[in-house]
């Protein structure tokens, strides 16, 4: 079936870059998105990347996917404490219009 | 433009009770999507409506439904409520013109069942 799998945590220091990784299984995602969560808020679309691109840079954020290997990846350059957070990678259900998310990376800025 | 709000906020509510949560989509957004989120199961899709109908549906019981209206607002209602539904109830919208959309997401409704 389809699973989008996340590390749990991750922890960094203010100005380092950090790296959330995310896997997933259904090779027809057409596209895969990275959202971000704050205590007590909804979803905050970050960015995106369609499935025919390797990257996708937009500000202080890098998307990488390796469609051989079904892994995405999202990289924050110059990290804040501000970006602290929980991170979700999802993919687009086969039926087209859900989304399947992963469980969540929760990322920890210590300045 | 405003973005997809959700109303109420925050509820606390018995069990065998039922609740309706509703959500406005962002203007010219014509699909609704409700997720359920939990400390357990994280992110899971409950259902999708576009132009007044459901177009798709998550693996919920038949206690968890919804509508939409013809200007798009939607509503979810949960019946005989039990200790499991405690969550955070968000709703997304998108245009709903195909697999390109993207879906942006409300605040949510965070429901406390006693």
């Known amino acids: 079936g389809e699973d989008v799998e996340q590390s749990l945590f991750l922890s960094v220091r203010e100005g380092d870059s950090s790296v959330i990784n995310c896997t997933y299984t259904d090779s027809s995602s057409t596209y895969l998105y990275w959202y971000k969560q704050e205590p007590g808020a909804g979803l905050q679309l970050l960015t995106y990347i369609f499935s025919n691109m390797d990257m996708k840079q937009d500000q202080r954020l890098t998307v990488l996917l390796n469609k051989k290997d079904k892994h995405l990846s999202l990289r924050i350059a110059d990290t804040q404490t501000g970006d602290s957070a929980i991170y979700f990678c999802?993919?687009?259900?086969?039926?087209?219009?859900?989304?399947?998310f992963g469980k969540g990376t929760t990322l920890s800025v210590s300045s | 433009k405003a973005g997809v709000t959700q109303t109420p906020r925050y509820l606390i509510k018995t069990r065998g009770q039922q609740v309706t949560l509703s959500c406005s989509p962002i203007?010219?957004?014509?699909?609704v999507s409700w997720y359920q989120q939990t400390p357990g199961q994280g992110l899971q899709f409950l259902f999708e409506?576009?132009?007044?109908?459901?177009?798709n549906k998550g693996n919920f019981p038949g206690r968890f439904s919804g509508r939409q209206f013809s200007n798009s607002r939607s509503e979810m209602n949960v019946s005989t409520l039990e200790l499991g539904d405690s969550a955070l109830y968000l709703c997304?919208?998108?245009?709903?013109?195909?697999?390109?959309?993207?879906?942006?997401f409300g605040p949510g409704t965070r429901l406390l069942v006693l």
């Open positions: 999802a993919e687009r259900s086969q039926a087209g219009t859900a989304l399947i």
């Open positions: 203007s010219g957004h014509r699909s």
């Open positions: 997304a919208s998108s245009s709903g013109r195909g697999a390109q959309e993207t879906q942006y």
């Open positions: 409506y576009f132009s007044e109908t459901q177009r």
